[in-house]
């Protein structure tokens, strides 16, 4: 008879990010929403209502799945592993009682959660930081720095909701999307045109790396000019870096991965991500949008849709099976593609 596979080891879950943070990322995800859906009234902790969950998709969720890509890819980039064994799973436990805590009500489950959170990111962005200035991977020297701004971003959103400060709690919420989005380009620049060129024979794509560069410096500049209240200022570079995402997509040759549901996942939500730099863009400039525009256009429509094609993606490639989606996995992807718009399409105007 056939020898037992062996059976899962706590050593082998913990040897890399993307292990625990993709699962309890995604796993929040579906948590996080169907409790802001369904049981709204079990929010009662010092984050309640649409704070938390503004909150909780942004850093525990989708900031999640990042902090587990770059733990993982760091590796690769630099050789040497940011951080994995009971570091990882320390790490990973920050992240639980930052979620717990958030849902208790008290002064002293927030701060807890609170310490938590700013732990989770700092020490984060250190052992990123750690790998790649280690190793002298100066195309990567930008990343730890984007996860400190992220976190401190967060550590902001969070101190903000104490003083009840809508509009300081909306700037810093604006800055760790803004902050999220660069991440989350940088990183999907370099690794569509090579998963497309490996999974698509004979395509030639280019890389975009001069205007990867000026894309960066746009969404920075954006990101600063909106700290200064330079609506006007932050709008056009804004608009620069969505022109930017969208002529590096059609210039990906999209048509050509249009079979490949594990390639075309990603271009969707590479594209929407331009798109929504573009609404947000027109937000700033003084466009009569409500301010869940951008954020849903950003964050469902181009993050979440990124992400599960990631996710897939990843899980394969570090599992050894074929880079092929089934038709369930199709089937997820559709579902997450309507869930975008169908939440667009409740942003519109009734009339009633």
């Not at 902090?67 to 760091?74: D, E, P, R």
């Not at 790490?91 to 609170?114: D, E, H, K």
Request: proline share 5%; hydrophobic share 60%.
């Amino acid at each position: 008879g056939r020898a037992k596979p062996p059976p899962p080891q706590w050593a082998a879950f913990l040897e890399l990010g993307f292990r625990p943070l993709y699962l309890a990322g995604c796993f929040w995800a579906a948590v996080s929403v169907a409790l802001w859906v369904f049981a709204p009234e079990l929010l009662r902790g010092k984050l309640a209502g649409v704070i938390w969950h503004a909150h909780e998709m942004l850093w525990g969720f989708i900031a999640t799945i990042a902090v587990g890509f770059l733990l993982t890819a760091g590796s690769n980039w630099t050789g040497t592993n940011p951080l994995k064994g009971r570091a990882l799973g320390a790490l990973s436990l920050l992240w639980v009682l930052a979620r717990v805590g958030y849902l208790v009500p008290g002064n002293i489950a927030f701060a807890l959660a609170f310490a938590c959170e700013v732990v989770f990111f700092a020490v984060s962005a250190l052992a990123l930081g750690r790998a790649i200035y280690g190793a002298r991977s100066q195309r990567n020297y930008g990343l730890p720095l984007l996860v400190f701004a992220l976190g401190g971003a967060d550590a902001l959103f969070l101190l903000a909701t104490r003083q009840s400060d809508h509009g300081q709690l909306m700037q810093h919420f604006n800055t760790g999307l803004l902050c999220m989005a660069m991440i989350a380009l940088l990183v999907a620049r370099r690794v569509i045109p090579f998963f497309a060129m490996r999974a698509v024979p004979g395509l030639t794509v280019p890389m975009h790396t001069r205007s990867g560069h000026w894309q960066l410096a746009a969404g920075g500049l954006a990101i600063c000019c909106g700290l200064m209240g330079w609506a006007e200022a932050s709008a056009l570079f804004l608009s620069v870096a969505g022109v930017v995402a969208l002529v590096q997509v059609l210039a990906w040759k999209p048509a050509a991965v249009r079979r490949v549901p594990l390639l075309w996942i990603l271009y969707v939500g590479y594209a929407a991500i331009g798109v929504g730099l573009l609404v947000a863009a027109a937000h700033a400039a003084g466009a009569v949008l409500r301010a869940a525009w951008p954020a849903h256009v950003i964050g469902v429509a181009g993050f979440s849709v990124l992400i599960i094609g990631m996710v897939t993606r990843t899980a394969f490639g570090h599992l050894g099976r074929p880079l092929r989606a089934d038709r369930l996995i199709v089937c997820c992807y559709g579902l997450v593609i309507a869930a975008a718009a169908l939440r667009l399409l409740a942003l519109l105007p009734t009339g009633l």
